[in-house]
C-alpha cells in the first residue's frame, strides 16, 4: 500500500502541473488574443477617426459652397432689385415731370384766360376780387 500512495501523489501533482500548464498557456493565449483585438480596436479607431476627419473637412468644404452660392444669389438678387429701384425712380421722375409741365401748362391758360377777362369786364373783375376778400378776412380773422 505504501506504493500505491505515492503513484497516486505523483500522478496528482503530474495532473495538477498539467492543470497549471493548460491554465498558464489559456492565459497566455487570452492575453495574446486581448492584445491582438486591443490592436485591431486600436486600428479600426484611427481609420474611424480619419474617416471622420475626412467627412468633417468634406462638409466644410460644401458649406462653404452653399454659403459662396448663397452669397451669389443674394449679390444677383441685389443688382436685379437694385436696377428695378432705379428704373421706378426714373419713372416716377419722368411721370412727375411730366404732371409738373401740365399742371404750368394748365396754370398758364388759366392765367391767360383770367387775364382776358379782367381785360373784358375790368369793373366786375374789382367788385368780385373786393367780395372775394371781404369773405377771405371774415373767414380768417
Known amino acids: 500500500m505504501s506504493n500505491s500512495v505515492p503513484n497516486n501523489l505523483s500522478s496528482d501533482s503530474r ?3 498539467a ?3 493548460d491554465v498558464k498557456d489559456r492565459t497566455e493565449k487570452a492575453k495574446a488574443d486581448l492584445k491582438g483585438a486591443k490592436e485591431d480596436l486600436k486600428a479600426n479607431a484611427q481609420n474611424t477617426k480619419e474617416d471622420l476627419e475626412a467627412q468633417v473637412s468634406k462638409l466644410r468644404e ?3 459652397g452653399v454659403a459662396d452660392s448663397l452669397r451669389t444669389l443674394a449679390g444677383g438678387q441685389a ?5 428695378q429701384a432705379y428704373a421706378l425712380r ?3 421722375r419722368d411721370r412727375g415731370e411730366r404732371y409738373f409741365r401740365q ?3 394748365t396754370a398758364s391758360e388759366f392765367e391767360e384766360q383770367v387775364s382776358e377777362r379782367v381785360r ?3 369793373i366786375k373783375s374789382i367788385l368780385i376780387a373786393a367780395a ?4 377771405y378776412a371774415r373767414l380768417f380773422r
Do not use: T
Open 15 to 17: 495532473a495538477e502541473e
Open 120 to 122: 373784358a369786364e375790368p
Open 90 to 92: 426714373d419713372d416716377v
Open 79 to 83: 443688382d436685379n432689385a437694385r436696377r
Open 62 to 64: 460644401d458649406v462653404a
Open 132 to 135: 372775394v376778400g371781404y369773405v
Open 19 to 21: 492543470a497549471k500548464d
Open 103 to 105: 399742371a404750368q401748362e
